[in-house]
């Protein structure tokens, strides 16, 4: 009915914050078709042929151009990320993010383009949270975490010449993982001082994850780059990673920051 170019136009005025009702008034498509496709994006043949070429297959296995961007993707995959195989070939990447933080939404389409620039990305609205979403053949050349089951029930580790890259943007790596599953909170608490009640601000990192591979490979990193943490908040279902003293929270605050 529609080709690729009109569905992704469509999709692309909706993602930038446009009504589904004016979009569907300006390009004369239902609000259901694009209600639709919001949901699934069917490759065209089109998509399937013309598969960019990957660094990590061809001529020679190679690393990803932009490895800073690779770095962030890398975390954001690991933290709230998916591939799956599309039932036509190919795969989808898949990253989670909350309605709450659309910077963070931009900094992972961005990220994903800088590290897969000839493929197209889509923003497809869910319930409280958006899924960025990629269609590649390459997925799982860039992501060999990829496999069945969830990522807590599989080992995870990185190839070489994925720890080389984290290894040259420790914080890129960091970034990733906090934007996905981590978070800066601020306590306070007060105290008397010479009489007067003042306010006293702790300001803390949280990295929350099911898979104790992942959460290593975060405190690694964080061990790499001089920031002291430590375990808390265990439960059964997930651990947490704290950064809470000064010093370590001012590299985080220099090189993270709060999302938003
Ligand atoms: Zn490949």
């Avoid at 770095?71 to 709450?100: E, Q």
């Amino acid at each position: 009915m529609y080709d690729l170019r009109t569905r992704e136009h469509a999709l692309t005025l909706v993602a930038q914050g446009r009504s589904l009702n004016s979009v569907s008034k300006q390009t004369g498509i239902s609000r259901s078709a694009i209600r639709e496709w919001q949901i699934r994006i069917e490759p065209t043949p089109r998509m399937l042929g013309q598969a960019a070429p990957c660094p990590r297959c061809l001529p020679v296995p190679g690393l990803p151009t932009d490895s800073a961007a690779y770095a962030y993707l890398l975390g954001l995959y690991l933290g709230d990320g998916c591939i799956s195989p599309h039932r036509h070939g190919g795969y989808y990447l898949r990253i989670a993010c909350a309605d709450a933080w659309p910077r963070l939404i931009d900094l992972c389409r961005t990220a994903i383009s800088s590290v897969r620039p000839e493929d197209s990305v889509h923003v497809l609205q869910r319930q409280g949270c958006v899924a960025v979403t990629s269609y590649s053949r390459h997925w799982p050349c860039l992501f060999p975490q990829h496999g069945p089951g969830k990522k807590h029930e599989r080992t995870i580790s990185l190839r070489s010449w994925q720890q080389a890259i984290v290894d040259a943007h420790p914080w890129d790596f960091i970034r990733g993982l906090i934007h996905s599953d981590g978070c800066r909170i601020t306590n306070w608490t007060t105290r008397l001082v010479g009489g007067e009640r003042k306010r006293y601000e702790y300001p803390r990192y949280f990295f929350t994850n099911t898979s104790v591979d992942i959460l290593r490979l975060f405190t690694d990193t964080l061990d790499a780059v001089g920031v002291e943490w430590k375990p808390s908040r265990q439960s059964r279902a997930a651990q947490s990673v704290s950064v809470a003293k000064r010093a370590s929270v001012a590299l985080m605050d220099a090189h993270v920051g709060p999302k938003h």
